[in-house]
C-alpha cells in the first residue's frame, strides 16, 4: 500500500514562526491521541481532504447527486457483507453512530478479532479514501480498519493509522490557529479538488476555463484542446 506523504512542513514552520515572534520556546511535537472520537471535531469525510489540502471548502450536494450516491453506496455495502459471511465473519453492526462519527460496517472474524470497515462505491480506491478510513481508527489494538468497495478489501496496517492521526492533529493545529493561510494553502489534488468549492484556487479557476473550452469545442464538433488545471 502506498505509503501516506502530506507535508505538514508549513504547519510547524508557522507554528515556530509565531513562537519567537512571541519570544517564547517553541515546543516540542506532540504525539497526536490515537483516537478520532476525543480529538477531532470534524468528520473524518472532510479531515481527510483538508489533511491532503488545508484550503479545501465542501462543494454543496443537490438532491440528485445524493440519490445516485447512497443508492451505489448500499450496494457496495451488500457485496462487502456477502463477500465477509462468505468468508466466515459474523456481521455486528450497520452504520453504527458513535461520538459523531458512522461506522459503515463492524464485523468479527472467525478468531474473534474485530474488524471496522468504511465502504465506497468508487471502483478505484484512493489516498483520500484510505485516509478517511485510518481516521475511525479509535486506538484498539484488537480492531482491523478495513477500506473496502465492491470488490476488494484493503486493510490499514497500524503504522498507517497512526500517522494519519498525526497528520489530522496537525492539521487541526494549523486550521484553528493559522485561518487565514490556510485559505490559500493550495494543494492540488484531482480527488480532492473535483470536490471543493474554493473559489480562491487557481486551480479550480483553471479547471473551469478547461471545461467551458472543450464544452464550446464539443458543441462546435472539435476536439478538447485544453487539459484541466492548465
Known amino acids: 500500500m502506498a505509503r501516506l506523504e502530506v507535508n505538514t512542513s508549513c504547519f510547524r514552520t508557522a507554528s515556530t514562526a509565531r513562537h519567537k515572534a512571541k519570544g517564547t520556546d517553541v515546543p516540542t511535537q506532540r504525539v497526536a491521541p490515537l483516537s478520532i472520537r476525543r480529538s477531532l471535531r470534524l468528520s473524518p469525510s472532510k479531515m481527510a481532504r483538508l489533511i491532503i489540502c488545508p484550503a479545501y471548502i465542501p462543494a454543496p450536494f443537490n438532491n440528485e447527486d ?13 457485496r462487502v457483507i456477502g463477500r465477509h459471511l462468505k468468508q466466515g465473519f459474523q456481521l455486528k453492526s450497520v452504520e453504527r453512530s458513535e461520538n459523531r462519527v458512522r461506522i459503515d460496517l463492524e464485523f468479527q472474524s472467525p478468531d474473534g478479532r474485530g474488524r471496522l470497515h468504511e465502504v465506497k462505491s468508487a471502483r478505484e480506491l484512493t489516498d483520500v479514501h484510505k485516509i478517511q478510513a485510518a481516521l475511525y481508527w479509535d486506538g484498539d489494538g484488537n480492531h482491523e480498519v478495513v477500506l473496502s468497495n465492491g470488490s476488494k478489501d484493503i486493510v490499514l496496517p497500524r503504522e498507517y493509522l497512526e500517522k494519519v492521526h498525526r497528520e489530522a492533529e496537525a492539521t487541526t493545529a494549523f486550521l484553528r490557529d493559522f485561518p487565514d493561510e490556510a485559505t490559500i494553502a493550495f494543494r492540488p489534488n484531482p480527488a480532492v479538488c473535483r470536490y471543493c468549492a474554493n473559489d480562491q484556487c487557481t486551480f479550480l479557476a483553471g479547471r473551469l476555463v478547461a471545461t467551458i473550452v472543450n464544452e464550446v469545442k464539443a458543441m462546435e464538433g472539435g476536439t478538447p484542446s485544453v487539459k484541466e488545471g492548465q
Open 66 to 78: 445524493r440519490l445516485r450516491f447512497q443508492g451505489l453506496h448500499a450496494i457496495a455495502m451488500l
